[in-house]
């Protein structure tokens, strides 16, 4: 069996996805799952882009030893110096080096010649090695590159100091047979090929990325890109979920194997959807609501017989589990922290004390705590330690069928200073969001809204999640609460507060 290595994007590539955007916290909460999942590399963030992506990228690295961590850079020497700055303390420091390489991208946005592309690809790589233990270079666009240009370029970084090289399909555009055919032809024509691994790393776009990954692996690739649940630029990059998943059931055929820890695919995927505001389309492979339901009675009847009729993939191979009610409101600090241990939510000593006092107050009034619910608190909490320049204090919201609905909101501005507002609409939530959007400077328009109940029951939580345009700004939020419309004042303002918080480190637009 050959061993094929995943390297996770979904800090970076996912991050790109539009409306997305994650916080410190909720980086490194993905980045110790991912660890969990026992992915082989995980690219933290593109380190010369913000101070935020910088400073995520240095704490992950530092914290995360299980997996080698990675940071993206231009071939530019300054992204090189900030990526090493980020990364060096890192148990493995890689780094992900890029330059485009195909006419289109010569020509309109680079404008140089191959020779010159050439040349920056060269030295950047030659200044990179002299830091770095490992250097994955990568050829932007390379599925619509000269095939004779590419091997020639792979030979030259290769002989500067690179040791992986991958070949994205940055815009989704190749098939399965052409992408294998590429893999091929590297390697019979690039003479120094068998000194690197060979990457694939595959978009969405025309939805053949999971086939174009395993047409790579089949073609001599030992490392595939990917992320959770397939969220990023566009129409996603491959799924790692499902790749891993087709390659464990089909190793018969692929005689290949990942060492994901497939068991922690659905608290993976759960958690990145949380966190992401993505919810998974409920038919989606591996990790969709109805991946393993079976509807029709015939398919019922043999599944009920012999599961094996109508189900090839186990629920329990991806650590689906029932999810049964497991804490009350006379459970101790104990089984509190114990159940927080098992479901691998990573919470300081320090803080338990102020999480449980949390938890209590919430039992008070639910019933019955599953995992899900204690996740959402968790999550919650984090988020409320985040930088916050807008805080609810109150909101009050009158509705009647032949009443205009009223709100009125109380919120706390950065400089502690009260903000209090009233407006109406022709609904609840447009009387609330008027009165918001009364509360700040800048105009927003709601471009998504959605509500979710937290598990089961009429005492549900609430878990809303908003996408803003703000002042020319997308941005998303979520918020949660027992109540619908302090969860939608809360998601507001966290999207506010998201956006205010990047205009604070702002970002240069990048690709890859
Ligand atoms: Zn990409």
């Known amino acids: 069996m050959r061993r094929i290595k995943i390297f996770d994007t979904t800090l ?27 992915v082989d590399i995980i690219e933290a963030g593109f380190p010369a882009a913000s101070k935020g992506d910088f400073a995520s990228v240095a704490e992950i690295a530092r914290e995360i030893k299980g997996s080698s961590v990675t940071g993206l850079a231009r071939s530019v020497l300054t992204d090189i110096d900030a990526a090493w700055e980020a990364l060096r303390y890192g148990a493995e420091p890689r780094l992900h080096l890029f330059i ?61 100091g690179a040791k992986v090289i991958n070949i994205p399909d940055t815009v989704g555009y190749i098939s399965p047979q052409e992408y294998g055919q590429i893999f091929t032809y590297l390697r019979e024509h690039v003479p120094s090929i068998s000194k690197v691994e060979l990457s694939a790393h595959c978009h969405d776009d025309l939805g053949m990325s999971i086939a174009n990954s395993l047409a790579a692996v089949s073609a001599g690739a030992s490392q595939v890109e990917g992320t959770i649940n397939g969220i990023g630029e566009r129409a996603g990059n491959a799924a790692l979920e499902e790749f891993a998943v087709a390659l464990h059931i089909r190793k018969d055929f692929y005689e290949a194997e990942t060492r994901m820890n497939l068991k922690e695919i659905s608290r993976t995927s759960s958690l990145v959807s949380k966190l992401t505001g993505m919810a998974v389309p409920a038919n989606k492979a591996v990790v969709g609501r109805n991946a393993f339901a079976h509807e029709s009675g015939i398919h019922q009847d043999g599944v009920l017989k012999e599961k094996t009729t109508y189900e090839i993939i186990s629920p329990e191979l991806v650590g689906l589990q029932n999810n049964s009610m497991v804490l009350g409101k006379h459970s101790g600090r104990h089984a509190f922290r114990n159940r927080l241990n098992e479901i691998g939510l990573s919470v300081p000593e ?50 009647g069928t032949n009443q205009v609905p009223t709100a009125t909101v109380t919120l706390s501005g950065c400089q502690n200073e009260k903000i209090q507002e009233a407006s109406t609409g022709s609904g609840s939530i447009e009387a609330l969001y008027n009165t918001l959007e009364k509360c700040m400077e800048e105009t927003a328009s709601l471009l998504d809204y959605r509500i979710q109940s937290v598990g ?29 419309l302090e969860a ?9 507060n998201r956006v205010l918080y990047m205009e604070e480190t702002k970002k240069v637009a990048v690709n890859g």
């Open 350 to 399: 320090h803080e338990i004390n102020h999480l449980f006092s949390v938890f209590k107050e919430l039992a008070d009034r639910k019933k019955e705590m599953t995992d899900d619910d204690l996740a959402a608190i968790i999550l919650e909490e984090k988020l409320s330690k985040e930088q916050q320049y807008y805080r609810l204090e109150s909101i009050q919201v009158q509705y």
């Open 456 to 484: 089961a029951g009429r005492d549900a939580l609430a878990q809303v999640y908003v996408k803003l345009d703000f002042g020319g700004m997308e941005t998303s939020g979520r918020g949660l609460a027992q109540d619908v």
């Open 12 to 38: 970076r590539d996912g991050e790109q996805s539009a409306g997305v955007n994650l916080n410190f916290t909720e980086k490194l909460e993905i980045a110790r799952q991912l660890e969990r999942l026992n």
């Open 100 to 160: 485009a390489t195909s006419p289109i991208h010569r020509v309109h946005k680079l404008k140089q010649t191959k020779e010159e592309v050439v040349e920056t690809a060269v030295r950047t790589v030659k200044y990179a090695a002299a830091k770095f233990p490992v250097i994955q270079w990568s050829a932007e666009d390379a599925c619509r590159t000269e095939l004779d240009f590419l091997a020639e370029i792979v030979e030259e970084v290769i002989q500067a």
């Open 488 to 496: 939608s004042a809360k998601a507001y303002l966290n999207a506010v």
